[in-house]
């Protein structure tokens, strides 16, 4: 069954719900964050090092790409509210755009949390990345994996690096998931209509647990909201199967 007629429903209604606030509220740091990914050597160059034909299908350059910049404008905000110093903003915003880009570099492989933040801190290492810099980007993607223990971090500037990669990365939960995600995944995969119909409502409750997961004091703003429009998304897909199967 052609997965177009769906995939354009999800599409419909993401249309109607319009962006979360996230993206209105928080443009200055927004664009913050684009200008310095954009135009850092140092980023372009860790870039390099993602494969698109290694990495999984619903988790490739462009999700890791996403999830870098709004991590960056996430702890833009954090950084902010707690009056980090400019020096230190611009350390932490390097090490977590990094984080972002590699933190789904062995998403096809099991415990890839574990593997991603060895394989991070071998390409830190090629870079001449800092101990310190390095530490905060291996540390934070070792910890970005959803009901999942949280290891300790060495220090504030560690944790606000971690809490901002995961909650950007939970943020692709939304929409994302159902926009974006989930089709890559069925055509990568295979799954027909039927089987994802049968366990989406079960899929659906997982996410939902994600709203009272997220770390920063923005990601608990806005991170709800990526989630509800997720699940109003979700919910016409499952109204769109079931009319479609019970055709």
Known sequence: MDNSILKEKALEAARKLGPPSFYNMQRKELDESYRYFSNSELLHRC???????????????????????????????????????????????????????????????????????????????????????????????????????????????????????????????????????????MESTGITVKTLYGDFQEKMEGIRKIKETFRTETGRKYGPEFIDFGIEIGNEIYKEMKRILGD
């Open 47 to 185: 870039r390099s090092y993602l494969d698109e034909s290694k990495l999984h299908p619903a988790h490739g350059i462009f999700h890791c790409e996403k999830v870098a910049m709004e991590a960056g404008a996430i702890l833009l905000v954090e950084s902010s509210n707690n009056k980090r110093s400019a020096s230190e903003r611009k350390e932490m915003l390097l090490c977590v755009q990094m984080a972002g880009l590699l933190h789904d570099i062995k998403r096809t492989e099991k415990d890839h949390t574990i593997s991603g933040s060895i394989e991070a801190g071998r390409i830190l290492n090629e870079l001449d990345i800092g101990a310190d810099c390095k530490g905060y980007v291996t540390a934070a993607i070792r910890n970005h994996e959803a009901f999942k223990k949280v290891l300790d971090s060495t220090n504030g500037m560690a944790k606000l690096i971690s809490d901002s990669l995961y909650d950007a990365d939970k943020f692709r939960w939304g929409p994302d998931n159902f926009t974006t995600t989930l089709w890559l995944i």
